[in-house]
């Protein structure tokens, strides 16, 4: 069982940045490769990062891409999702996911944290 839990939430001006914390539970954090979703009010949940377990792999969603960087420290079970230059159409409640393999993917994701608010001002 792994257990997830999003910080670092918040509201900000366009053109600011934040950054998410994933805290996770469990001893197999190392072993499981990790993403970030995002879900706007009146829209489906889309893909926005992922990283594999070990080996440092990323992906990225084009919306994303160059402004948003993932990460992880697998020594004190957290990953993180760096947020520069927002616009207002990232706003979106976010939230980290765990999958059970080690490759990263954009889908097939178990373990789902609570979320967290993120509202970007123009």
């Known amino acids: 069982q792994v257990q997830l839990v999003e910080s670092g939430g918040g509201l900000v001006q366009a053109g600011g940045s934040l950054r998410l914390s994933c805290a996770a539970s469990g001893r197999t954090f190392s072993r499981f490769a990790m993403g970030w979703f995002r879900q706007a009010p009146g829209k489906e949940r889309e893909f926005v990062a992922t990283?594999?377990?070990?080996?440092?792999?990323?992906d990225y969603s084009d919306s994303v891409r160059g402004r948003f960087t993932v990460s992880r420290d697998n020594a004190k079970n957290v990953a993180s999702l760096q947020m520069n230059s927002l616009k207002p159409e990232d706003t979106a409640v976010y939230y980290c996911a765990s999958r059970t393999s080690p490759i990263a993917a954009r889908s097939d994701y178990y373990y789902w944290g609570q979320g967290t608010q993120v509202t970007v001002s123009s």
């Open positions: 990283i594999s377990a070990t080996s440092g792999l990323t």
